[in-house]
């Protein structure tokens, strides 16, 4: 299906030349539709960057790239699909398939056996998450071990602080699964709690007494909430929503 897209009609009025540029794999120029996880901000709302041929998500600051739809840069998981653009009589034509998906699969790496670096994650958020797969999308074919001390998934932590009850269905808010972890050939590793990272000796120790020697290593363990500093902080009725579990003691309160 051919139409005229008034989204590239705009970028084209922003002087973003979609149509003058090299094809990325193959294709003619390519038209992004809009922007992925977690919560599908209208695109035609972002910004288009001319110096890097990137348009940004206008809520959280994700950056996709324009002619392949691969992100680089932000909270976007996923890639957004691409459509062939050209410029017929002075109109922008976008060639449309019948069926279109919000998101596809970034383009990544799987893991060589003949690579035998070892990249260590420290920390199973979004940030890891994001770490482990920009490692792939960037060519990484080494080991890649992600170390959680949460026996969860990784998950959209903001969206606790909104919504207490989606902390009993942790699954609702992933940002991944095993699957995703499997295709991407990432040793996801709940419920490890590391007790030393020693850089000299480029070393990983966890808890229990495993030792995992590593090539590059990566400290993504976010932070944690403090203790409100005023009198009656130490109430049992005061506390810090950080994790699922704390959810239920929330909603528990009077």
Request: with cysteine.
């Amino acid at each position: 299906m051919r139409t005229c897209s008034p989204l590239a009609e705009e970028i084209v009025r922003n002087s973003l030349p979609v149509s003058t540029h090299e094809p990325a794999r193959g294709s003619s120029s390519c038209l992004c539709r809009w922007l992925a996880l977690p919560h599908s901000a209208p695109l035609a709302q972002g910004v288009a960057a001319q110096d890097r041929l990137h348009v940004v998500c206008p809520w959280h600051d994700a950056a996709f790239d324009l002619r392949t739809g691969q992100p680089v840069r932000g909270c976007a998981l996923q890639a957004i699909p691409t459509y062939a653009v050209s410029v017929e009589d002075g109109n922008v034509m976008v060639d449309l398939p019948r069926f279109m998906d919000d998101f596809v699969e970034p383009v990544a790496v799987r893991r060589s056996p003949d690579d035998q670096r070892l990249f260590v994650i420290v920390g199973g958020g979004a940030a890891g998450v994001a770490a482990c797969d920009a490692l792939r999308q960037e060519g990484f074919t080494g080991r890649l071990v992600l170390l959680s001390e949460e026996r969860h998934h990784p998950y959209d932590r903001p969206v606790l602080s909104k919504n207490l009850a989606k902390a009993s269905d942790v699954e609702s808010i992933a940002l991944c699964d095993a699957a995703h972890f499997e295709a991407h050939d990432v040793e996801f590793r709940p419920g490890a709690r590391v007790a030393q990272l020693d850089a000299a000796r480029r070393a990983v120790r966890l808890v229990g007494g495993e030792e995992l020697r590593y090539d590059c290593a990566l400290v993504a363990t976010g932070a944690r909430p403090r203790a409100l500093p005023v009198p009656g902080g130490q109430l049992p009725n005061v506390m810090a929503l950080r994790t699922p579990e704390d959810g239920p003691r929330g909603r528990r309160v009077p």
